[in-house]
């Protein structure tokens, strides 16, 4: 299968932070994105590339299935990110209070078949 795929990132300086991530695999096909909500927690744009790197190779059975996944996959991240804040106190309790934010919206091909998921304010029209 070929894919393409291009990005057109906001420019500096009115936008020097990119929040957003996504990630294409040419072994498995899955396509995932993601966009770091920076109205509210801090780490956003660091949250969003932490869960499109590692959204399984296989779809997403159900929500529940996908709860399940954020739950085995967001304490390393947790942990990571409250030790790189632990020396700025304010840092430390914007994370520890409002913790991270992410859209996310995932797309695996399985044979003829298109699996997508949305989480967060992400929408998916069929």
Not at 20 to 35: E, I, Y
Not at 67 to 79: G, H, N, Q, T, V
Request: proline fraction near 6%; glycine fraction near 8%; hydrophobic fraction near 40%.
């Amino acid at each position: 299968m070929r894919t393409r795929d291009q990005t057109l990132g906001k420019e500096e300086p009115t936008y020097p932070d990119n929040e957003d991530a996504f990630r294409l695999t040419s072994d498995v096909p899955v396509w995932a994105v993601a966009d770091g909500a920076g109205g509210g927690g801090i780490y956003a744009g660091e949250w969003a590339t932490y869960l499109v790197n590692h959204v399984p190779a296989e779809p997403f059975a159900d929500f529940p299935d996908f709860s399940a996944w954020l739950d085995r996959i967001w304490e390393p991240f947790y942990e990571t990110y409250q030790q790189q804040a632990a020396s700025d106190p304010l840092k430390l309790n914007k994370f520890l209070s409002e913790g991270s934010y992410a859209t996310l919206a995932t797309l695996h091909l399985v044979g003829d078949c298109a699996h997508w998921a949305t989480y967060g304010d992400a929408v998916a029209l069929a």
